[in-house]
């Protein structure tokens, strides 16, 4: 199954992006295919598919990065785009990581290029778990 | 392209209320009988246009909806409430837009009213109420059956996850606002946020 995940920097990485580190030793960049799912999605079944885990997530931007702590039980990627008025008035990028029963999410805003940090609860339907923690899911429904 | 958000006529999206700060047609204006004629202090506005931020220019009038009681609405010009659920996509204030290059889900979508400095701090003067519109058909909605009264980040309007992938997300949210004191209400924005991957 072609997952169109990019394990390497192509024509479909933006600049800016995040790259994740798994398990059996792939690192793959976000990409952007017109009309495909989300890579964050794509990566999301990839790493169950193949029974493996992100150990470690970056989140490039502007010339700096943002790097989480490896080995967590579950990272975070989303985006956040706001406006006042209308059209896009910006947009902040999210990664995080969930110990412990908290995530931790770094938000950094494509424009103004601030950053805060804030821990929520860890209901994300978007984050993607350790192996372990998914097979331990599963066993127990 | 790039993620791109609007606010739109839900009526015409080819109409727009263009970005805070281009000085044009950037605001939604509340007004009572007329364009450019005043809401009377403690009622709600009869008619609502694009406009820009000194309410002088009339970029067109947007579907009007005028708070009724808590679960109803006068829609355009009628004298005669509807229930929120019956009030359909295009007769919402605002419809607000996502155009995403991939093909993605929402979630956490949520639009607030402030002081046009703090998004955390409720507007003065103006009592602002909030429903999401969703009647895309003639079955009855599945949006808010109330209003609610939004102020900053104190209450703020939480906006129905769309989590089916699309590059494309439409949310219709209607509007009203009541004065609470004499003279012009300038200082009350919109602030609007969603999730996506």
Redesign the interface.
Known sequence: MDYGLSKKVDETVPVVRWIASLSNGETIYENVIKDEIPAWERLSKYVEDHDISITNLRLQIAGTEVKLPAGQQGYIQKKVAWTVGGTINGLRLCIGYVQNGLALIYEVDENRGSRTQRTVDPGEPWTIYHADIRRANANSI | M???????NPSNPAQ???????GGL??IGFYGPGFGLSVKVGEYNETTYRTTEDGQTNGGALPNLGYANVSGAFVGPSIIAEELLEVENTEATLR?R?VT????GT?NTRFRSFDKND?NSAPSGVTVQAAEIIKPDPVRGSGDQFWLAIQGSGSVLSLTDQ?T?A?QHDWFIGLSSLPVSIGEKTNF?????????
């Not at chain 2, 727009?16 to 281009?22: E, K, M, R």
């Not at chain 2, 290059?101 to 993605?104: K, R």
């Open positions: 790039a993620t791109v958000l609007s606010f739109l727009q209320i263009l970005p805070a700060a281009s950037n605001t607000v996502l290059d991939a093909s993605v979630q998004i989590l992938p590059v924005a919109f602030y609007f946020e969603t999730e996506f991957l």
